[in-house]
């Protein structure tokens, strides 16, 4: 992303590392750890996780007719497929006649999936096209018995699922004040270089705490990228339930008076986009991190995604060197071993009843935004 597009957060930004001074709120804040502990709650973000169109593949998961991906989500499998008419669909990955999970494979390509069952199968569109000896199913209508259909839309490089036929709504709106920033990241023409999703025994919402402050990054992470970032300064604005930050790299002054068509904004500050309720994207020099998190079956455990998108596969052995460092640096060590950590050892102290509240710094408001965001999207509250 060239620096010009963020003009005017550039020179803001610029502006708040010469006076080493971020954004700010007016007072200290705490938060109950109810949020983290409590099973009724968790039942009530998963009704939320519901109800909201949610990240789940990359387009280039599914570039042509048959391409197929099975996604996990809260017990649920989830069939996504790419039809001979260009369409990208998801299904309940169960079998119409007696509930049989359909795919057990993770990824693949295929025009017809048959169930291990009895053998009913069906087209990349979903339709019920072979039942072995449909004599003995005389009357049923084959039209009626397709896979169960959701909500699938493609958008800004990404397919979004939605599992609440009840709450689909057009993703245009869903990231109004965000769509020409997602557009012009082009991230719909990378590649996914590295995916891998994790357990954690942690809550899922402490990750993402992790992603809204950056008061933390001298410490926690003083042993991998801290040297490249300016500790307590970062400049955030909220869409809706969206959040996008601007932390700076310690040569984000060298952007004063450059010209910023000719820079790669990335090189001097980390853009992040919280997209709500669950995905921290976060550009990096050459590469994006895409994390999703997960709720568990209990509060206290989740799970979590790290896909990293490159512009383009790796051809040459350095290519691929550079971007193996870039994983090993930043998922191997600054995410799981420092950001998720972290994250397991507040759930420890929290569970241990060693903490009932979170103290939150004039420099860590965005958690308490983020909190209260979810607390109002959750479906009591809608
Ligand atoms: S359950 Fe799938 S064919 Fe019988
Ligand atoms: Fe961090």
Redesign the pocket.
């Known amino acids: 992303m060239k620096a010009s597009f963020y003009r005017e957060q550039v020179e803001r930004v610029v502006q708040m590392v010469k006076q080493n001074r971020g954004d700010e709120s007016d007072h200290m804040d705490t938060m109950p750890v109810a949020s983290l502990i409590d099973p009724q709650r968790l039942q009530l973000e998963q009704g939320m996780f519901r109800q909201l169109p949610l990240l789940i593949a990359h387009c280039s998961e599914l570039q042509g007719a048959g391409n197929y991906v099975v996604r996990e989500l809260d017990g649920r499998s989830w069939l996504l497929v790419r039809g001979k008419d260009g369409v990208a669909r998801a299904f309940y990955n169960y ?1 119409q ?4 999970k ?1 795919v057990q494979d993770e990824k693949g390509c295929k025009n017809r999936f048959s ?6 199968t069906y087209s990349s569109s979903g339709e019920l096209v072979g039942v072995p000896r449909a004599d003995l199913f005389e009357g049923i209508n084959k039209a009626e018995k397709g896979l169960k259909q959701v909500d699938l839309q493609e958008a800004h490089g990404f397919l979004w699922l939605t599992q609440d036929p009840q709450c689909v709504q057009p993703i245009t709106n869903y990231f109004a004040g965000l769509n020409d920033d997602l557009e012009a990241l082009n991230l719909g023409s990378y590649y996914v270089f590295f995916d891998k999703t994790r357990r954690l025994n942690a809550n899922w919402k402490l990750p993402i705490f992790a992603f809204l402050e950056s008061y933390h990054i001298g410490t926690l992470h003083r042993n991998s990228i801290a040297d490249f970032f300016v500790e307590n300064v970062a400049l955030s604005e909220q869409f809706g339930p969206h959040i996008r930050s601007f932390v700076p790299r310690k040569n984000a002054v060298e952007l004063a008076g450059v010209d910023l068509d000719q820079v790669n904004l990335s090189e001097y500050i980390t853009p992040t986009n919280i997209l709500f309720p669950n995905v921290c994207m976060i550009s990096h020099p050459t590469s994006y991190s895409i994390i999703s998190m997960f709720p568990g079956q209990t509060p206290g455990t989740s799970s979590w995604r790290h896909q990293l998108l490159v512009p383009e596969m790796p051809s040459t052995e350095a290519e691929h060197a550079h971007f193996a460092k870039t994983v090993a640096v930043l998922d191997g060590k600054t995410y799981e071993k420092e950001d998720f950590w972290v994250s397991e050892q507040i759930q420890e102290g929290i569970n241990a009843g060693a903490i009932s509240e979170l103290t939150l710094g004039k420099n860590e408001n965005l958690i308490k935004f983020f909190s209260d965001t979810v607390e109002n999207y959750l479906p009591s509250n809608t």
């Open positions: 079998c006649h007696r509930g049989t359909l169930c291990p069952y009895h053998s009913w």
